[in-house]
């Protein structure tokens, strides 16, 4: 398979630490603009994009990223198929409280050296879960036809452990973290960076 993963540029929710998860459909700041900007100017200098698939989450955020990309790449944003299985992990109770606030209450809930939740959200969703549905996606997907998506930290992960490996976690295998803008190219089993994002690492950033 030959797939381009990308992950969404910097949210205004993400500057503030507070939890987006799946549905937290917030807007672009400014420096997420200029990460899209950066994330559509490197894949459309590649020429990668010519002939692709072009997927995207959902969220509003991805759509966003999405439609700046799509200008520099000369393809129209309508071009875009849109997968909820492409969605971020669901941080049930969670998604809107501020990281700070749930730590103060329950203690640590992130693997600070893997950038990973160390706690389950509660009502929410688990490693294994995305792994399913993200499987599921791929599953259904022309191997004969290259793809590029736009996704979240943490489901780009999780792909891209499907597609290369990477440390098991909760029985599921999870690819190195990525800063926002972070565009990968995985081809043959083989993962490369075609572009390296300005944005933060980890959860805090999902």
Wanted: without cysteine; charged residues 20%.
């Amino acid at each position: 398979m030959d797939i381009v993963i990308a992950r969404h540029a910097e949210t205004v929710f993400n500057a503030a630490a507070r939890m987006q998860g799946h549905l937290g459909h917030t807007p672009l700041t400014r420096a997420g603009i200029a990460q899209a900007e950066a994330m559509g100017a490197a894949i459309g200098a590649s020429g990668v994009a010519e002939g692709r698939d072009l997927w995207v989450s959902p969220s509003g955020r991805t759509q966003q990223t999405a439609a700046i990309v799509s200008e520099h790449i000369g393809r129209s944003f309508f071009d875009w198929q849109h997968d909820k299985r492409l969605l971020e992990i669901d941080v049930g109770a969670w998604e809107g409280r501020n990281y700070a606030e749930i730590i103060a209450e329950i203690g640590p809930i992130v693997d600070q050296g893997r950038r990973l939740f160390s706690v389950q959200p509660p009502q929410g969703e688990w490693f294994p879960a995305i792994a399913a549905r993200l499987s599921e996606w791929l599953a259904e997907l022309d191997p004969s036809r290259p793809v590029l998506a736009i996704s979240h930290g943490i489901t780009a992960r999780v792909l891209r452990g499907l597609l290369v490996g990477g440390e098991d976690w909760h029985g599921v295998a999870i690819a190195p973290d990525g800063p926002q803008g972070t565009v990968f190219h995985v081809k043959d089993g083989a993962e490369t960076v075609l572009h390296l994002g300005s944005g933060v690492h980890g959860v805090k950033a999902a």
